[in-house]
């Protein structure tokens, strides 16, 4: 498989990006019409399985796997739907950007849970690039300035950031266990099974306890619906890019998501930041993607 120039691979990756960030405000129109966020996981979940599913076929991928193999990317689907639940939640309760930010400190946790497990050693660059970036999630968060700001600033996001901060942890679990037991699984494969099994729980538990609420109007069901085509098109999007880049540090443009987010909260759903929040934003964004890049 021919890689595609290192100018475009990294284009796309942007353009990736900026739809995975469309898909969470997308999100936020559906909560704020009426949708739950089990609905909006059960949604996307099943979107983004048929989507993979349709594309190993047209790309004749083999969907076998062992038992084993199996059993373990089934427990990984378990995690994923409770990090897909509460990462939903963090950007149904606070700013989307402050959400996915929050998120994306997951390198950082799955460095620490590497070098732990010997699976591999903490660069200078990651030891400088830990600290600098939770400084600047404080930053970003507005939680700098005392003990009487941070409970009071707690108080009005804290219940967004935990779920944001779990569910980074959550993802961060999810790659160590992919990296240390299933590294020779197809990845588009195992994304198929993993949405079909975070589908089929939330779906399982959600009804039963009646947690699948459905969109109140037309702009409900659009931005339910946008959310799934966004996450289906960007991930099936990525799994087929993956292996034609030319670097893998590329997949660092990724961490754009955010900053995409930052826009397209402002434009569409009015939200916005302080000039020392988007300051730190850009802090966290940069110490990850110097950590993303550091040689291995």
């Known amino acids: 498989m021919r890689p595609v120039p290192r100018w475009a691979g990294i284009a796309i990756l942007l353009l990736i990006a900026a739809t995975f960030g469309s898909n969470h405000i997308a999100a936020r129109v559906a909560f704020d019409h009426g949708a739950s966020v089990a609905s909006a996981v059960a949604f996307r979940a099943a979107g983004t399985a048929l989507a993979l599913t349709a594309a190993l076929v047209a790309l004749r991928v083999p969907l076998r796997m062992s038992r084993e193999s199996l059993a373990r990317t089934v427990t990984l689907g378990a995690i ?3 990090q897909s639940y509460c990462l939903y939640s963090a950007v149904a309760r606070i700013p989307a950007a402050l959400a996915l930010l929050a998120f994306n400190t997951y390198p950082l946790i799955y460095a620490l849970m590497s070098a732990a497990a010997g699976m591999e050693k903490l660069s200078t660059r990651a ?7 939770l400084l600047g999630l404080a930053l970003a968060l507005d939680v700098v300035g005392g003990s009487e700001k941070l409970a009071s600033r707690w108080s009005e996001i804290g219940a967004g950031a935990s779920f944001s901060m779990a569910a980074s942890l959550c993802f961060a679990v999810v790659l160590f266990v992919s990296a240390r037991w299933l590294h020779g699984v197809d990845g588009r494969v195992r994304s198929g099974v993993i949405n079909t099994v975070v589908a089929v729980l939330v779906l399982a538990v959600g009804a039963p306890a009646g947690l699948l609420a ?4 037309a702009p409900g069901w659009t931005g339910l619906a946008l959310l799934t085509v966004f996450y289906g098109t960007a991930i099936t999007a990525l799994f087929m890019l993956q292996p034609r880049l030319g670097a ?10 955010p900053i995409a987010v930052l826009a397209l909260g402002w434009a569409i759903l009015g939200q916005s930041l ?8 850009l802090v966290v964004i940069g110490a990850i993607v110097a950590l993303g890049t550091a040689k291995r």
Request: glycine share 4%; aromatic share 4%.
């Open 214 to 217: 459905l969109p109140a109007d």
């Open 248 to 257: 893998a540090t590329d997949i660092a443009a990724l961490n754009f998501e």
């Open 127 to 133: 030891l400088v690039a830990m600290p600098v970036a």
């Open 274 to 281: 302080e000039p020392r929040q988007i300051a730190g934003a």
């Open 80 to 82: 994923l739907a409770v």
